[in-house]
C-alpha cells in the first residue's frame, strides 16, 4: 500500500502593499499626508505601495516597517500581512481578490460649483470665473467642490463643459486624475503618474501635451479628482 501523503498549504499571505494601501483608505491618506504624519520618507512609502516599480520594495525591513505599524496602531507582522488586521479595518464583506474601495453609506449629496475653468494651451488655467449651479454625487470628502472645464485641450477624454469634482481629503491614486494648482496661479488637472518625496510627475490627459514633473515647492495645493460629470448633471436655481 502506498502512504497517503499530507500536505499542509499556509494560507495566502496578504502583501504589505496591499495592507498598507487599506490602511492609508481607512484613514483616508495620501502618500505625501502619510509622509508628513509618520515622519517615513515618502520614497519609502511610494516603493513599498509599488512593489512592482523599476524601485519598488517587495520585503521592507524592520526599521522601515516598523514606524508605520506605530503610525496606524497595528504589528508589524500585521502590517507585513503575517497576521489579521483588527475587524474594524477590514471591508465589512470580507476579504476577496478585489482591492477594496471605501463603502458608499450615504446618499448623493450636493456639491457646489466653485468656478468655471477656461483651458488654455497645454491644459493649464489662470483664475477661475465666477459659475451658479451645483451636482449630485456620491463623495464621502466633507471639502469635495466641483469646477466646470471649459475649453479643448483636454479632449477627447475631458470635453468642454464637463465637470470635475474634486476631494482634497482623499489619497492620491497613480493612474487617476488630480486637480494641481502651482505657487505661479496655473492650474490644470493631470493623469498622476507617480509622487515620491522630491516631486510629482503627471500626464496631459490630451497626450499631445506630453508629460511634466513639478518639485513640491512649486505646489500650493493637490487633489484627488473623484469624477468627471456631463453639464446634464448640473443643477440650478431658476
Known amino acids: 500500500m502506498y502512504a497517503l501523503e499530507r500536505r499542509i498549504i499556509a494560507p495566502m499571505q496578504t502583501p504589505i502593499s496591499k495592507v498598507l494601501s487599506r490602511l492609508m483608505a481607512h484613514q483616508g491618506l495620501s502618500q505625501v499626508e502619510?509622509?508628513?504624519r509618520s515622519r517615513v520618507g515618502q520614497s519609502t512609502i511610494s516603493r513599498i505601495l509599488n512593489p512592482g516599480g523599476p524601485k519598488g520594495i517587495k520585503d521592507p525591513t524592520d526599521k522601515q516597517v516598523r514606524p508605520l505599524a506605530e503610525f496606524f496602531g497595528v504589528t508589524s507582522d500585521q502590517l507585513r500581512g503575517h497576521d489579521p488586521l483588527p475587524a474594524e479595518m477590514l471591508d465589512p464583506r470580507g476579504e476577496s481578490n478585489t482591492e477594496p474601495g471605501p463603502p458608499?453609506?450615504?446618499a448623493p449629496r450636493r456639491i457646489e460649483i466653485m468656478g468655471t475653468a477656461q483651458l488654455g494651451d497645454g491644459g493649464f488655467w489662470e483664475g477661475l470665473d465666477a459659475a451658479d449651479g451645483w451636482v449630485e454625487t456620491y463623495s464621502r470628502d466633507?471639502?469635495?467642490?466641483?469646477?466646470?472645464?471649459?475649453?479643448?485641450?483636454m479632449a477627447?477624454?475631458?470635453r468642454d463643459g464637463w465637470i470635475a469634482v474634486c476631494e482634497p481629503g482623499?489619497?492620491?491614486v497613480p493612474g487617476e486624475?488630480?486637480?494641481?494648482?502651482?505657487r505661479d496661479g496655473r492650474s490644470m488637472v493631470k493623469e498622476l503618474l507617480f509622487e515620491?518625496?522630491?516631486a510629482?510627475?503627471?500626464m496631459s490627459i490630451n497626450s499631445a501635451h506630453g508629460r511634466h514633473n513639478f518639485e513640491w515647492g512649486e505646489i500650493t495645493d493637490i487633489h484627488y479628482v473623484g469624477a468627471i460629470l456631463p453639464p446634464s448633471k448640473v443643477l440650478c436655481w431658476i
Open 34 to 36: 502619510l509622509h508628513r
Open 104 to 106: 458608499i453609506t450615504t
Open 142 to 153: 466633507e471639502n469635495a467642490y466641483a469646477l466646470r472645464l471649459k475649453g479643448d485641450s
Open 156 to 158: 477627447p477624454a475631458i
Open 170 to 172: 482623499h489619497r492620491l
Open 177 to 182: 486624475y488630480v486637480k494641481i494648482t502651482l
Open 196 to 198: 515620491n518625496s522630491e
Open 200 to 202: 510629482v510627475s503627471v
